[in-house]
């Protein structure tokens, strides 16, 4: 087995997913991204949809990003939320704390909204990302899932 479909098989087994793209019901999944440490641009993209379940209709996403290995100088994980002519970032600044970084909200409304995760700089890292929608009262909406790249290194 090649090592890239292997780190893209282990990364989707580590979110109890069998292939991309996959729906996932969970409000939160991770695995290791580049396991085999080589490589500096890394990036996963999932897409997101918000949508009246009966508790209302959606006005934003909010999600954080948690780096679960220790620290490395000038290694972050980082998360993106995207939609239409909005985005908002963030990070896991103090990797290996046990604690995520803080969440981000992007006031979009009900639909799509893409989810990047990517790191800075070459080694593994063990990150695990969690989101959810909610009204504009902060009450958890409908929140889908669906995993389009995972685990595939950016090509230069």
């Known amino acids: 087995m090649n090592k890239t479909f ?3 098989v282990l990364a989707l087994a580590g979110l109890g997913c069998l292939a991309a793209p996959v ?9 290791v991204m580049d396991i085999e440490g080589n490589s500096a641009g890394f990036s996963t993209l999932a897409q997101v ?3 009246d379940d009966g508790n209302g209709v959606p006005d934003h996403l909010i999600a954080q990003i948690e780096d679960k290995f220790p620290p490395v100088p ?3 994980t980082t998360l993106v939320i995207l939609k239409g ?5 963030t990070s896991d600044p103090f990797s290996g704390d046990g ?4 969440y ?3 006031h979009g409304g009900p639909g799509l909204y893409t989810l990047m995760a990517n790191k800075t700089a070459a080694g593994a890292r063990d990150f695990e990302v969690e989101w959810h929608c909610n009204t504009a009262d902060n009450v958890h909406s409908g929140t889908d899932v669906r995993v389009l790249q995972f ?3 950016v090509r230069p």
């Open 151 to 153: 685990g595939l290194p």
């Open 85 to 89: 002519s909005q985005m908002i970032t």
């Open 6 to 8: 292997r780190q893209t």
């Open 99 to 102: 604690e995520p970084g803080p």
């Open 74 to 76: 000038g290694l972050l």
């Open 23 to 31: 729906w996932v019901s969970a409000h939160a999944g991770g695995a």
């Open 49 to 51: 949809t918000c949508f």
């Open 104 to 106: 981000i909200r992007l």
